[in-house]
């Protein structure tokens, strides 16, 4: 998968793809840059080396919901390393413009390291069979071939994701505790119109990754994973008293429920 992503990489760097699309969903607090910060910034930016955030070299774009609230759902921009071929790491922003904020991150690994986890801990992690085969899931800029080769790898693995600015819930500021998300395993559970407002900023159309990538097996999914659709739902009480699940705003899915 390295070499994949890595290819993928330098040719959307090449082509300045896949960005500044997507404005951030909030304004954090707070008074203008000064001159004094604004030359230590560029200072940095000329003088240190950062070797983990210029590893984040590939670019996903999908969609999550709240574990115990399926219409709970957000967009969810990730900029990913791959560590190795078993595993990767990536930072999740609500937009692709300079100021987006962190919204949290997912680790994701492959369906061999899945099966070794113990139950418990396989239902905070959700498989990527159906973002991958609805053409939901996508890799902004990159040729076709490249995003196909990346999907037949990334249909195999398991994520997990936490969120930790609840920008949907127009939070100014990265409140309460962080929250178990999840991913979509069926038609119908994803709102179609956030589905479509993304593929237009995007010049793309999932229907038709999806007919592209109906070639692409799918692979059986470990039992463990996506608990939610069992019941199973794991979510964290926030102490401060913020309810997530009901606060959130997301996009309603019609005809769905929680699953809890």
């Not at 190795?84 to 061999?112: H, L, P, W």
């Not at 395993?185 to 010049?203: C, I, K, L």
Request: hydrophobic share 40%; with cysteine; glycine share 8%.
């Amino acid at each position: 998968m390295k070499a994949t992503l890595c290819a993928a990489a330098v040719t959307c760097c090449l082509a300045a793809c896949g960005g500044e699309n997507t404005a951030s969903k909030v304004d954090a607090p707070g008074r203008a840059e000064s001159a004094k910060t604004r030359l230590l910034e560029k200072g940095a930016d000329v003088l240190q080396n950062k070797p983990p955030v210029e590893a984040l070299n590939a670019y996903l774009d999908g969609f999550h919901f709240y574990n115990g609230n399926l219409k709970a759902q957000m967009e969810a921009h990730h900029y990913c390393s791959v560590l190795n071929e078993d595993v990767t790491q990536c930072v999740i922003f609500d937009g692709n413009v300079k100021d987006a904020k962190i919204m949290g991150v997912e680790y994701i690994v492959s369906a061999r390291l899945f099966a070794g986890l113990p139950e418990r801990e396989k239902a905070l992690w959700h498989s990527h069979v159906h973002e991958v085969k609805s053409g939901q899931l996508v890799a902004p800029g990159i040729p076709a071939v490249a995003e196909k080769e990346l999907m037949k790898k990334l249909v195999t693995t398991y994520g997990k994701t936490w969120h930790t600015w609840h920008t949907d819930q127009h939070k100014d500021l990265p409140l309460g505790v962080p929250q178990v998300m999840m991913g979509f395993t069926a038609d119908g559970q994803s709102d179609p119109r956030m589905v479509a407002e993304r593929d237009r900023r995007f010049g793309l159309s999932s229907e038709e990754k999806k007919q592209s990538r109906a070639d692409i097996p799918a692979p059986p999914i470990d039992r463990g994973a996506d608990a939610w659709q069992s019941g199973k739902v794991v979510q964290i009480a926030d102490p401060t008293g913020i309810d997530h699940l009901s606060a959130a705003s997301g996009h309603a899915a019609a005809g769905t429920t929680s699953g809890r």
